[in-house]
């Protein structure tokens, strides 16, 4: 079994800054693209950002120079620094890991259970 865990939401005034982090845990032969997305009230849910083993990295226009994701590959780890947050970021957000359990699996996108994020005066 896999495991994928998210931390570090809460509350936070505009301007504020919040880190989140993802663990991935379990019967892990390898992780390939680690990504969070986030879903607001009545909306569908969205990229925020992802990243690829060798650090290559992709983000939504909306969250560009104010988010930064990250990753350490021996941890099982990926973060995401939020910064200048606003109002609109306010949601849930959910990590996502794709995860080969065995050398000979075929990869399997695992999610988290997401994460609070509201940004609020």
């Known amino acids: 079994q896999v495991q994928v865990v998210e931390s570090g939401g809460g509350l936070v005034q505009p301007g504020g800054s919040l880190r989140l982090s993802c663990v991935a845990s379990?019967?892990?032969?390898?992780?390939?693209?680690m990504g969070w997305y986030r879903q607001a009230p009545g909306k569908q849910r969205e990229l925020v950002a992802t990243?690829?083993?060798?650090?290559?990295?992709n983000y939504d226009d909306s969250v560009k120079g104010r988010f930064t994701i990250s990753r350490d590959n021996a941890k099982n780890t990926v973060y995401l620094q939020m910064n200048s947050l606003k109002p609109e970021d306010t949601a849930v957000y959910y990590c996502?890991?794709?995860?080969?359990?065995?050398?000979?699996?075929?990869?399997?996108?695992?999610w988290g259970q997401g994460t609070q994020v509201t940004v609020s005066s």
């Open positions: 379990g019967r892990i032969s390898s992780i390939n693209d």
């Open positions: 990243i690829t083993p060798g650090g290559g990295t």
């Open positions: 996502k890991a794709s995860i080969q359990t065995h050398t000979w699996s075929t990869l399997y996108d695992y």
